[in-house]
């Protein structure tokens, strides 16, 4: 038994407590879950106003987002908001897909059910004047470099060193910006 100011707690009056602390935990991360999955992915009615109103939702879920940042219509976020950083003065066009989260083959068995395979959480980071294009997939683990481009479509599985632009199914850089203003084409 515990002593408070005014009452004594039980032991069983603590584990309610702690099954109510748990039961609020879980819906704080639905109503995350819920304003960064429904909210901000179909939260379309004035553009204008919504690319104000989604980084102001994210940071109020978790997510460290930086200024002037345009995030378009339909965009899914993880849900583990604590392992995303978006830089300043990026873009993220519609349809993107930032992952955070996967399943850690490495300790499946065979005959395992999918249930038994733990997840890993991986941060993925948008550093500052990166654009992400129109339905690309960012898997967790991901970095993509100051003033990276990722052009639409594109699986990014790896780090996008900076100033380069990557494509393609998994990407892969295809041009590199130079410090003396030029580019240059890369060939994988």
């Known amino acids: 038994m515990f002593e408070a100011p005014g009452r004594l707690i039980t032991r069983t009056r603590l584990g309610e407590v702690a099954r109510m602390s748990s039961i609020i935990c879980r819906l704080v991360s639905l109503r995350n879950v819920f304003i960064m999955n429904h909210f901000i992915r179909y939260f379309t009615l004035l553009p204008s106003i919504s690319t104000k109103i989604a980084p102001a939702a994210l940071r109020m879920c978790g997510v460290k987002v930086g200024k002037n940042v345009f995030i378009g219509q339909g965009v899914y976020f993880d849900a583990h908001p604590e392992a995303i950083e978006i830089g300043n003065d990026v873009l993220i066009a519609p349809n993107v ?92």
Not at 134 to 155: C, I, K, Q
């Open 97 to 188: 897909q930032i992952l955070t989260h996967k399943r850690d083959l490495s300790v499946y068995k065979r005959g395992m059910k999918y249930y038994e395979v733990p997840h890993v959480v991986k941060p993925v980071k948008l550093c500052d004047n990166c654009l992400i294009g129109l339905g690309a997939l960012l898997m967790p683990g991901v970095t993509v470099g100051e003033g990276g481009f990722v052009a639409a479509g594109a699986v990014v599985a790896k780090d996008v060193p900076p100033y380069t632009v990557v494509a393609g199914v998994p990407a892969s850089p295809i041009r590199e910006y130079l410090e003396d203003g030029t580019s240059r084409r890369l060939f994988s």
